[in-house]
């Protein structure tokens, strides 16, 4: 049984062959992963006959493993996708900052959700580049771009409701301040 982690990338590998660090960069938007999780996941999907790969010589620089997906890896990632998802964790330090928040003074408070939303400004500017990138004509159900184009959706709209979310708290932290 693999873990999400490896459906992801295998998943990720059904659209186009990609090196390890490219897949990193790719995962990143949807999933936390670092070097020493894709790697070693990556070794073992060959091993088990998911994916294979071409090395690239590169001068000045280590030789590069470009993956691509089996027919094994294909079936792989289709049955995961059928599959009903697991219910979506979320760990946020921000949540768990916000349930104790009352134990500080408001001129604490206010600043760390003031600096979450420009963190999520920054976030959805980033995200609208990449969608911007993406063709007209490729933004259709059946294109191997519509994934990233409807996630890039999503991680807009819930960023735009997160913004939302900590100027609703930094009025609630102003009033509250008006009014003590």
């Known amino acids: 049984m693999l873990n999400t982690l490896s459906y992801g990338l295998l998943g990720l590998l059904a659209s186009e062959s990609c090196s390890g660090y490219d ?38 620089k280590p030789d590069k493993k470009v993956y691509s997906l089996t027919e094994q890896g294909k079936q792989a990632v289709l049955d995961w996708l059928g599959e009903p998802p697991a219910e979506q964790l979320s760990r946020d330090e921000l949540s768990l900052k916000a349930k104790c928040i009352w134990m500080i003074d408001r001129e604490l ?4 959700f003031l600096t979450r939303k420009k ?12 969608l911007q990138r993406i063709p ?13 184009y409807i996630l890039l959706h999503r991680a807009i709209s819930l960023a735009t409701a997160q913004i939302e979310w900590c100027r609703w708290v930094v009025r609630m932290l102003e009033e509250e301040d008006s009014t003590s």
């Open 136 to 148: 007209e004509e490729e933004r259709h159900v059946r294109s191997k771009k519509f994934g990233s």
């Open 119 to 130: 963190q999520l400004e920054t976030k959805i500017a980033y995200h609208e580049k990449l």
């Open 109 to 112: 408070a206010i600043p760390l």
């Open 23 to 60: 897949l990193m960069l790719r995962i990143q938007p949807f999933w936390q992963a670092k070097h020493s999780q894709i790697y070693p996941l990556l070794a073992k999907l060959e091993r088990e006959g998911y994916v294979q790969y071409v090395r690239i010589e590169q001068k000045d």
